[in-house]
């Protein structure tokens, strides 16, 4: 029985430039950082505490462009928060890009659920969540 996701995989151009978005300003702890084929490494990063991690893999920039291109600007890796109004305050103050700031959820009509979505250097788009608040 499957019991729980073990990792996404990110597809990025620059694994450095990353790590340092995911590691420095998201605050992810480091799993692992490892030579992993031709000049490219295995990182494995995570929100602290967490039990499933991303996997920051080496893409070529035209394919991962190509990619996002056809994916269009839906979020492809969503992550919970505690407090959605504090996470958008801190990593905003960190420099971090919100095309969409925290709102109400449109697919919860009870209304409980907020959301926003946050950009990496790269472009790639993420989703983040409350209940309640």
């Known amino acids: 029985m499957i019991t729980q996701p073990k990792f996404a995989v990110l597809?990025?151009?620059d694994q450095a430039r990353a790590l340092e978005f995911f590691s420095g300003t998201l605050g992810f702890e480091v799993l692992t950082d490892?030579?992993?084929?031709?000049?490219?490494?295995?990182?494995?990063?995570r929100p602290p505490g967490a039990?499933?991690?991303?996997?920051?893999?080496?893409?070529?920039?035209e394919l991962t462009e190509q990619i996002r291109l056809r994916r269009g600007p839906?979020?492809?890796?969503?992550?919970?928060?505690?407090?959605?109004?504090?996470?958008?305050?801190?990593?905003?103050?960190?420099?971090v890009s919100f095309p969409v700031e925290p709102q109400a959820a449109p697919w919860d009509p009870g209304g409980s659920t907020r959301w926003a979505q946050f950009a990496d250097p790269e472009g790639n788009l993420y989703g983040i969540s409350a209940q309640g608040g």
């Open 11 to 13: 597809h990025v151009a």
């Open 74 to 95: 839906m979020s492809t890796v969503w992550f919970d928060s505690d407090d959605l109004d504090a996470t958008f305050a801190e990593l905003s103050a960190k420099g």
């Open 34 to 45: 490892a030579p992993y084929g031709e000049g490219a490494r295995w990182i494995e990063v």
């Open 51 to 61: 039990r499933t991690y991303l996997v920051l893999a080496a893409q070529d920039p």
